[in-house]
């Protein structure tokens, strides 16, 4: 049985790897990518609370799905976009993308 602390610090681990990811790449998808380790480190600090404190709720598991599909949703999008401006400039660094127009 896994306790709270395991769960938490293995949470905190994650988000600082993927902030770390997020902060430290200038590669759109490596950015992304952190993103997405720092939301997933959220969902198992979220899981492991829910499960030691309210241990017959369900109502976490229905959470990590909506969170889970916005995660995919993030990626499609994020992909998307990466992809256009790989097609329209041949990279997709953020240093380069000094001209983006709203």
């Known amino acids: ?7 938490l610090v293995v949470g905190a681990s994650l988000f600082g790897v993927g902030l770390y990811g997020a902060l430290s790449q200038t590669n759109l998808v490596m950015i992304m990518m952190g993103i997405e380790l720092m939301l997933g480190a959220a969902m198992v600090n979220l899981v492991a609370f829910w499960r030691f404190l309210h241990p017959g709720a369900v109502s976490a598991q229905v959470f990590v799905l ?11 999008v994020g992909f998307g976009l990466a ?3 790989f ?5 997709v660094e953020m240093e ?6 709203g």
């Open 1 to 7: 049985m896994i306790t709270l602390v395991v769960a």
């Open 87 to 91: 097609r329209a400039r041949g990279s």
């Open 66 to 76: 909506i969170v889970m599909t916005e995660m995919a949703l993030e990626m499609a």
């Open 83 to 85: 992809t256009a401006r």
């Open 96 to 101: 380069e993308a000094t001209e983006l127009r």
